[in-house]
Nanobody, 117 residues
Framework: QVQLVESGGGLVQAGGSLRLSCAAS????????MGWYRQAPGNQRELVAS???????NYADSVKGRFTISRDNAKNTVYLQMNSLKPEDTAVYYC???????????WGKGTLVTVSS
């Protein structure tokens, strides 16, 4: 099992920025894909952004052009830079790590992002 520890959430005004971090307990070279989901109260969990071991990225339409996902293999950490935040970005953000051959997906405990208007 991969242990994932998120950090960087908090309260920010609309238009502001936050950077989320997700530190993994093992070498992320061995992880096929990592990324972030979010869940707002009363809503289903939705994919925000993902990045593969090869560096390919994918974003939800609602965050394209505002959010950037990246990875630092030396630090076994994935980041989510969030700019031009909107109140509708308010949610708990969860980091995940997917290992396809093992058919395993591990999750972090989540970090709360609150954007005030």
């Amino acid at each position: 099992q991969v242990q994932l520890v998120e950090s960087g959430g908090g309260l920010v005004q609309a238009g502001g920025s936050l950077r989320l971090s997700c530190a993994a307990s093992l070498n992320i070279f061995s992880i096929d894909a990592m990324g972030w989901y979010r869940q707002a109260p009363g809503n289903q969990r939705e994919l925000v952004a993902s990045i593969t071991s090869g560096g390919s990225t994918n974003y939800a339409d609602s965050v394209k052009g505002r959010f950037t996902i990246s990875r630092d293999n030396a630090k076994n950490t994935v980041y989510l830079q969030m700019n031009s935040l909107k109140p509708e970005d308010t949610a708990v953000y969860y980091c995940y790590a997917q290992r396809i051959l093992l058919r395993m997906t591990d999750w972090g405990k989540g970090t709360l992002v609150t954007v005030s208007s």
